[in-house]
């Protein structure tokens, strides 16, 4: 297949998952609706006809297509900044738990000039490449993810967007069928320990709990990973965290050395991890073996109990279950539930 084919086919598809992802992502109002079935369209036809131009053999008119594509990229494009900061201008009480985006209130379109019409017909010659949106993760989205019924989120870009450094074929491979299957085996997991709980026969509790830390790790890693990617990436960040990386590590040089050191020296497959800590109020640069050993990560801890034989061989030997037993007589309940109270203030894109 001809490679502006190509290209146009995965931006197609770019379109058509960013579509999906605004869906999913909150309830669209009738003008909004209206004004994204009509982005689909384009973007499906686009498609479409790059297919067929490249079935019968007529290439010379793919700049043409490629030129209405960027045109209605450019449109999108607007369309999606719109729609951001209106999310970004929301009070945080309309974005709490359970609540949806309000549909009527929702004044994106309210400056209709601002949106232009997707091209239909206009074939404008001169051949440009098609460029991409940097990504930026939607926050603030309180939408719960029920039992088993995690979804794969699109990637921000095209497949291809990060070539040279990331191969399209690697990305098709990585997103769509890797972290396709975290996403499956994690919903899995999920059913079949709300099964034990319903039926009480927790025998498999061992092997679904270990199920759940390396495919819900692997999906949370998968989620944060693609959107800390972009085709306009690079150089070094700015604001506070260049602070925070400078008042730390010492520079950012000293940073990306270390960084670079942990990543190469990881044993076995893992990931490269830079956190924060709420509680030394500093960053860190942190390992995972595999993805999780045996947690996920992108989770606060809330409730902890340490099972090491140091924390109860003195009073219990090895009867670790009488040990656990006693524990929940002196659980500190407050202290839990204030730490629930500030975990739940953080929001990400649900998937
Ligand atoms: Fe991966």
Do not use: C
């Amino acid at each position: 297949m001809d490679e502006q084919t190509k290209h146009l086919l995965d931006w197609s598809q770019w379109g058509r998952q960013w579509i999906e992802h605004l869906r999913k992502s909150k309830p669209l109002g009738r003008e909004l609706e209206r004004h994204l079935h009509k982005f689909e369209e384009t973007f499906t036809q686009i498609g479409r006809k790059a297919s067929l131009l490249d079935a019968n053999n007529h290439q010379e008119e793919l700049p043409a297509l490629l030129s209405k594509a960027e045109e209605v990229q450019k449109q999108f494009h607007h369309f999606l900044r719109l729609a951001q900061l209106h999310e970004e201008e929301l009070p945080e009480e309309t974005t709490t738990a359970s609540e949806a985006l309000p549909v009527q209130s929702a004044p994106i379109i309210q400056q209709p000039e601002a949106i232009a019409e997707p091209v239909t017909d206009a074939v404008i010659t001169v051949p440009t490449p098609v460029t991409y949106p940097s990504a930026r993760e939607p926050v603030r989205v309180a939408r719960p993810v029920a039992v088993g019924r995690h979804t794969l989120p699109p990637l921000p870009y095209a497949y291809n967007a990060l070539e040279p450094y990331i191969d399209e074929a690697t990305m098709h491979i990585h997103h769509d069928k890797l972290h396709q299957k975290y996403v499956d085996d994690l919903n899995t997991a999920e059913r079949k320990l709300a099964d034990a709980r319903n039926s009480g026969n927790f025998d498999l509790i061992r092997h679904w709990t270990r199920e759940l830390a390396f495919n819900g790790a692997g999906h949370y890693l998968h989620t944060i990973f693609w959107p800390s990617m972009s085709p306009n990436g690079g150089g070094e960040p700015s604001g506070e965290l260049a602070e925070a990386i400078t008042r730390y590590f010492g520079s950012f040089a000293a940073f990306q050395n270390q960084f670079s050191q942990a990543a190469e020296k990881v044993e076995g497959p893992g990931w490269a991890i830079l956190v924060w800590s709420p509680r030394a109020q500093h960053l860190e640069i942190l390992t995972a073996e595999k993805h999780q050993n045996l947690s996920q990560w992108d989770i606060i801890p809330l409730l902890v109990l340490d099972v090491w034989e140091h924390a109860y061989f003195l009073l219990y030997q090895n009867q670790r279950d009488k040990y656990v037993e006693g524990w929940w007589n002196i659980v500190n309940w407050p202290y839990v539930q204030e730490r629930f109270a500030q975990a739940r203030k953080l929001r990400w894109e649900p998937h």
